[in-house]
T-cell receptor, first 115, second 117 residues
Framework: SQQGEEDPQALSIQEGENATMNCSYK?????LQWYRQNSGRGLVHLIL?????REKHSGRLRVTLDTSKKSSSLLITASRAADTASYFC???????????????FGQGTRLTINP | GAVVSQHPSWVICKSGTSVKIECRSL??????MFWYRQFPKQSLMLMAT?????????EQGVEKDKFLINHASLTLSTLTVTSAHPEDSSFYIC?????????????FGAGTRLSVL
């Protein structure tokens, strides 16, 4: 089942502007990750934030996590046309059976950067 | 590093045939691989988790006999869609985790678009 809900579902902005995407989840998490997917392609890991962290930066990306509100946001600053893609948050749950960390993806935000 | 190759990228087949999709970790050993299904403009749905040398664990609602998963080595997992029908048409994506320390991050293949006529 999909735990994450992302907001907005679609976002269209001008190149150079900042893009903010939000994600909410329902259960306790080990960490939360953001992935990017270009149309018809696989996903690329962008950034991971642990449950005890509140903010993390990576280049033009800034991620926040509020565990009390069970929400996270991804900010892309100074957007570029090449940032056009779908962005997914994914929460991590641990499976005792597999010993693996399962990802549960949100519905995604389709971001369009207009040149 | 951490490259995952998925093949084929696109396959068209007749209804009733079986299709095999390969997922390979090229530069690392993947103890765990995951198979997802994605419908147009929708999110990824986990189908199964595959551990090397053991049976795959399927998510609720996913038919094991329909979607056969084999993880025979630390670098290869295969998904076979048996007796495919048009409703199986979808985008299938695999991913792999690198090692125990990096188990939080999954590395994805480029996906396979399956069209069943």
């Amino acid at each position: 089942s999909q735990q994450g809900e992302e907001d907005p579902q679609a976002l269209s902005i001008q190149e150079g502007e900042n893009a903010t995407m939000n994600c909410s989840y329902k259960t306790s998490i080990n960490n939360l990750q953001w992935y990017r997917q270009n149309s018809g392609r696989g996903l690329v890991h962008l950034i991971l934030i642990r449950s005890n962290e509140r903010e993390k930066h990576s280049g033009r990306l800034r991620v926040t996590l509020d565990t009390s509100k069970k929400s996270s946001s991804l900010l892309i600053t100074a957007s570029r046309a090449a940032d056009t893609a779908s962005y997914f948050c994914a929460t991590v749950t641990f499976s005792l059976i597999q010993g693996a960390q399962k990802l549960v993806f949100g519905q995604g935000t389709r971001l369009t950067i207009n040149p | 590093g951490a490259v995952v190759s998925q093949h084929p990228s696109w396959v068209i087949c007749k209804s009733g045939t079986s299709v095999k999709i390969e997922c390979r970790s090229l530069d690392f050993q993947a103890t765990t691989m995951f198979w997802y299904r994605q419908f147009p403009k929708q999110s990824l749905m986990l189908m199964a988790t595959s551990n090397e040398g053991s049976k795959a664990t399927y998510e609720q609602g996913v038919e094991k006999d329909k979607f056969l998963i084999n993880h025979a080595s630390l670098t290869l997992s295969t998904l076979t869609v048996t007796s495919a029908h048009p409703e199986d048409s979808s985008f299938y994506i695999c991913s792999a985790t690198r090692d125990i320390l990096a188990k939080n991050i999954q590395y994805f293949g480029a996906g396979t678009r399956l069209s069943v006529l």
